[in-house]
């Protein structure tokens, strides 16, 4: 076994200890409303650092960063992923504060510390146990979108309010805005649309 394998093994078995007796002396320790603290913090990225493959952990972006690659990403990250993490990456959203651990600030330093085959091994993989889905399919190679992404985590400390206007119309609509979109739609081609009515709380 090696030295990578048994420092992995003694960290899971520590974590899991460590969350087991959490749970039985501290009620409401599985909660997701708490923040995790810095120990977790620390022991979960540690672990999430062991667990990637040593051949994304410095693997380089392959993808060049051209302004049409970085258009390309910022407007899959609005479809995609600004629903959690915000258009600016900022985290501040509806869902993102509620998951545990919450979104991160994808401007903040020790995420942009994270070298580019880590963040892409996230992206493409994923984050068991958190709210981060596997957005790769397939054999990581092939995945030209993971890595574009990973120049538009790069950009956001940097990202303009221009871009982020440009971003809001890749945004998924809400049920509420597909039934106005509708709803005009219908108005347009000339039919008949029943006025909403109104509601009093």
Same mark, same amino acid.
């Given at each position: 076994?090696?030295?990578?394998?048994?420092? *992995?093994?003694?960290?899971?078995?520590?974590? /899991?200890?460590? $969350?087991? !007796?959490?749970?039985?002396?501290?009620? %409401?320790?599985?909660?997701?409303?708490?923040?995790?603290?810095?120990?977790?913090?620390?022991?979960?990225?540690?672990?999430?650092?062991?667990?990637?493959?040593?051949?994304?952990?410095?693997?380089?972006?392959?993808?060049?960063?051209?302004?049409?690659?970085?258009?390309?990403?910022?407007?899959?990250?609005?479809?995609?992923?600004?629903?959690?993490?915000?258009?600016?990456?900022?985290?501040?959203?509806?869902?993102?504060?509620?998951?545990?651990?919450?979104?991160?600030? *994808?401007?903040?330093?020790?995420?942009?510390? /994270?070298?580019? $085959?880590? !963040?892409?091994?996230?992206?493409?993989? %994923?984050?068991?146990?958190?709210?981060?889905?596997?957005?790769?399919?397939?054999?990581?190679?092939?995945?030209?979108?993971?890595?574009?992404?990973?120049?538009?985590?790069?950009?956001?400390?940097?990202?303009?309010?221009?871009?982020?206007?440009?971003?809001?119309?890749?945004?998924?609509?809400?049920?509420?805005?597909?039934?106005?979109?509708?709803?005009?739609?219908?108005?347009?081609?000339?039919?008949?649309?029943?006025?909403?009515?109104?509601?009093?709380?």
């Amino acid at each position: 076994m090696g030295r990578g394998l048994k420092i *992995l093994l003694f960290a899971l078995v520590t974590l /899991i200890l460590a $969350g087991g !007796l959490s749970m039985w002396l501290l009620p %409401g320790a599985m909660s997701a409303k708490g923040k995790p603290s810095e120990l977790e913090i620390r022991v979960a990225r540690f672990v999430r650092y062991l667990a990637t493959p040593q051949r994304f952990l410095h693997a380089s972006n392959p993808v060049p960063a051209t302004p049409e690659i970085l258009r390309e990403a910022r407007r899959h990250f609005a479809d995609h992923c600004a629903t959690c993490h915000g258009n600016d990456g900022s985290g501040k959203t509806h869902m993102g504060p509620n998951f545990y651990p919450p979104v991160p600030d *994808l401007r903040s330093s020790s995420i942009q510390a /994270i070298s580019d $085959g880590e !963040l892409f091994y996230i992206i493409h993989d %994923g984050i068991r146990f958190t709210g981060m889905p596997a957005w790769g399919t397939g054999d990581p190679a092939q995945d030209q979108d993971g890595w574009k992404l990973v120049h538009f985590i790069r950009h956001l400390p940097l990202i303009t309010p221009e871009e982020i206007a440009d971003m809001k119309q890749y945004n998924p609509l809400t049920k509420q805005e597909r039934i106005e979109q509708e709803m005009v739609g219908q108005f347009l081609s000339g039919e008949d649309v029943p006025l909403p009515t109104e509601h009093h709380h």
